[in-house]
């Protein structure tokens, strides 16, 4: 895996920060990409390795070939991006936020995948990160679940269609990054101790055993249209 060069769109903070130093422990060149160009520099500022950083608006469909040319050749492409849009009561949820979550999420990991396919090895690969309300059945993230779905649905078919490129899918459980920060601390700290009481292993998530499990799929060259569920077994309904 040494001296390949791997993007991480969503590189800045959570999983795809904990991808980023744990691919530079293991030699690769990483350049993270996000939208705020100040929580970019304090990210790369935190990594040791071969590291750049790109501003780059992955909502921005029109602007990603641009900014993939720019970016140049690269091995492997892992898209990072986090979405909260789309959670609530199916019979409540307001539609224009689960329009917003496909917009944001699903159609900014389509769209990466696209344009970056021109500097793309064909040794290469593509990983996305969707998360395991694809999977799960639980009340209240219907939308969730359709959005993180339609991104799993894609490995399997880009498997085929992109070949020999390898094409996979990481579906995170519940995990402690600043997708939570939504919640205060008082509200954060019994929120997990009830997901952590549903989930077989007895705990949540860190980032770094996503970024492991991402590293997997990246390194192991047999493997090409698989979900990783990364979850502690959470969707199995404990």
């Known amino acids: 895996m040494a001296s390949q060069h791997t993007i991480i769109v969503g590189g800045s903070f959570g999983i795809g920060l904990a991808t980023a ?131 799993a649905a894609l490995a399997p078919i880009l498997a085929v269609e992109l070949k020999p490129i390898r094409v996979n899918c990481v579906s995170p459980g519940v995990v402690d990054t600043p997708w939570w920060d939504f919640l205060s601390a008082d509200q954060k700290e019994p929120t997990f101790e009830g997901f952590a009481a549903r989930t077989p292993v007895g705990r949540i998530g860190r980032s770094r055993e996503i970024a492991e499990a991402i590293a997997f799929l990246i390194g192991n060259g047999f493997t090409s249209g698989h979900t990783l569920i990364c979850d502690g077994g959470i969707r199995l309904g404990q």
């Open 21 to 151: 130093a744990h691919l530079l422990q293991k030699g690769h060149r990483v350049t993270i990409a996000g939208r705020d160009a100040a929580k970019l520099h304090a990210a790369a500022e935190s990594l040791d390795g071969d590291i750049a950083a790109i501003v780059m608006d992955a909502a921005d469909l029109a602007g990603l070939p641009t900014a993939f040319q720019a970016i140049g050749p690269l091995d492997h492409l892992v898209l990072a991006l986090g979405g909260g849009n789309g959670a609530g009561p199916f019979a409540t949820v307001d539609l224009a936020d689960i329009r917003k979550g496909f917009e944001q999420k699903t159609m900014a990991h389509f769209a990466c995948a696209q344009a970056c396919l021109p500097n793309l090895s064909k040794q290469g690969s593509i990983t996305f990160v969707s998360a395991v309300s694809a999977q799960a059945a639980m009340p209240g993230t219907a939308g969730l679940g359709a959005i993180n779905a339609a991104i």
